[in-house]
């Protein structure tokens, strides 16, 4: 199955979003994601893509912010009681105004961050607030896709909810099921309900203390995750989006001008879509 191969806008040496969007297209790239969600920014991105023809398949949500006293603050919050989660909200219905109002089809969100014993259980409270994000993207007709990341319970309890709503999948992160969850085969619960990806590597959970954050988000193939596995479940289970690549420059690839790194990434990309031949 032929697939649009994508990639993190600005992920390039010395570049930004809109930047690094002649690059990506020269380099070979059909499709691309944002991380910006104010519809002003976002608007100028889709209008770079766009002149471009580089599709801009998805935005990554607003997920963490700064609170008073310069900490970070994440969707945590959400299933808490009281209202540190207000601000954090408010970016997240921010993030799907955007989408509708730039015509990016899917907003990708994390619900929660952290271990088993830091991230908070499923509350009456924060399934409410949660519903109402749900609504409001139904209504300015964007999906969304749920992220896996530290573990399974909240997300798995979500994707139950919302199993009769067209407009709510997953967004499978290959990295984060290989050092977090590296039991848990994604894939063959949700590879039906799969609108998009985040593609990178690294060594699995850390040999030496496991509850280390070992998401390095490495080059495909720096690491030891197996990318033709992935690929023949996506196939499996008839997944037509983007394979989309979640990665920057790093340090060892400063000796590569943004050309260079652009079309390494989209060697690697092709090498991953093509793992299981």
């Known amino acids: 199955m032929k697939r649009k191969l994508g990639v993190l806008l600005g992920c390039l040496k010395g570049t930004n979003e809109i930047t690094s969007v002649p690059y990506l297209k020269a380099a070979g790239f059909d499709c ?30 607003a997920w963490w912010e700064y609170d008073e006293k ?5 969707m945590n919050e959400l299933w808490h009681e009281n209202g540190a989660y207000q601000s954090l909200y408010h970016k997240v219905i921010t993030s799907i105004d955007a989408a509708a109002e730039a015509d990016v089809k899917t907003v990708v969100l994390h619900l929660t961050e952290g271990w088993e014993w830091q991230s908070p259980r499923v509350t ?11 609504e409001h993207a139904v209504k300015r007709g964007v999906k969304i896709a749920f992220e896996n990341l530290f573990t399974l319970g909240t997300l798995a309890a979500v994707m139950e909810r919302y199993e009769r709503v067209p407009e ?9 099921e290989h050092c977090y969850t590296e039991t848990i085969p994604y ?7 799969t609108f998009c990806t985040h593609i990178h590597d690294n060594y699995g959970r850390d040999k030496v203390d496991i509850w280390k954050d070992a998401d390095y988000h ?20 008839g997944y037509e989006g983007p ?16 050309e260079e790194f652009a079309a390494h990434l989209f060697t690697l990309i092709n090498r991953v879509a093509n793992a299981h031949k």
């Open 70 to 74: 310069g900490n970070k603050r994440y």
């Open 32 to 61: 691309c994601f944002s991380s910006q969600y104010t519809p002003a920014e976002l608007l100028e991105v889709k209008k770079a893509t766009d002149a471009a023809g580089l599709e801009l398949s998805f935005l990554h949500g």
């Open 168 to 176: 709510v999948g997953f967004c499978y992160d290959n990295g984060h």
């Open 243 to 258: 394979l989309v690549l979640e990665v920057g420059q790093r340090k060892d690839y400063h000796h590569m001008s943004a």
């Open 218 to 237: 490495l080059l495909p193939f720096e690491g030891t995750f197996d990318f033709a596995a992935m690929m023949q479940k996506l196939d499996k289970y």
């Open 124 to 134: 009456d409270i924060g399934v409410s607030r949660l519903d109402a994000i749900v």
């Open 187 to 193: 894939l063959d619960i949700w590879g039906k309900r």
